[in-house]
């Protein structure tokens, strides 16, 4: 079984550009979450996702983050403007779905690091 | 304000000897606790869960300790390994679905 795909796995990029990351979730997964880890720390919600209705976007700075789940598979995280906080690890899980026990457990991918210079 | 702590940034350990991971939380709607592990330039890799109605989760190396009336659990690696070495997130939810809060990790260095 094909785990959680993001591309790319780096970028580098100067405060005020914008970016765009790609997540493809494991097949069947219903639930798709996006994480922010500043290093040091653990990785924090920006977005969850069930199919492609937002569950959860409490957290996500709505000024310059941006993020869709077309036709309830693939999603894309956008930032722009950049600032340097934004520099991060961003990380892409997937899920069964919600109300089942097994759905606690949520399988990340690799992640993308960004850089803001 | 951390609902989820690790105390302990960094652990070594010789291989072979147990290794303890600690962490603590401050929510009491959390119901479910997970183990990640993360090796550099990976995404974390779900290792081991404990629901809030137990007490005590093991999977063979692995073993998760609860203790509810003091908002701690532990994870327990025996015998360790050097491959074990990675840094190591407690993680826990108030419902299925829902977003995982973690702690900020602890390292674990096994030594051969």
């Known amino acids: 079984e094909a785990g959680v795909a993001q591309s790319p796995r780096y970028k580098i990029i100067e405060k005020r550009q914008s970016v765009a990351f790609w997540c493809n979730p494991i097949s069947g997964h219903a639930t798709l979450y996006w994480y922010q880890q500043i290093l040091g720390q653990g990785p924090k919600l920006l977005i969850q996702f069930q199919n492609n209705g937002v569950v959860d976007d409490s957290q996500l700075p709505k000024d310059r983050f941006s993020a869709e789940r077309l036709k309830g598979v693939d999603s894309t ?16 899980a997937s899920s069964l779905g919600i109300g089942r026990r097994v759905t606690y457990e949520q399988y990340f991918g690799p992640g993308t690091r960004l850089t803001v210079t | 304000d951390q609902q989820v702590k690790q105390n302990s940034p ?7 000897r147990i290794s303890i991971l600690n962490c603590d939380y401050t929510n009491s709607m959390f119901d479910y606790f997970l183990w990640y592990k ?9 290792l081991i869960s404990i629901s809030s109605i137990k007490d ?31 840094v190591y ?16 990790g602890t390292t674990l260095s096994v030594s051969s």
Do not use: M, W
């Open chain 2, 38 to 46: 993360k090796y550099p330039a990976e995404g974390p890799t779900f």
């Open chain 1, 77 to 92: 995280l956008k930032i722009q403007p950049a600032k340097l906080e934004d520099s991060a690890v961003y990380l892409c």
């Open chain 2, 89 to 104: 997130f407690c993680a826990a939810a108030n419902q299925a679905g829902t977003a995982l809060i973690f702690g900020k």
């Open chain 2, 56 to 86: 005590k989760n093991e999977d063979g190396r692995f073993t998760v300790f609860l203790n509810k009336s003091a908002k701690h659990l532990s994870l327990h690696i025996v015998p360790s390994q050097p491959g074990d070495s990675a």
């Open chain 2, 10 to 16: 960094s652990l070594s350990v010789q291989e072979g």
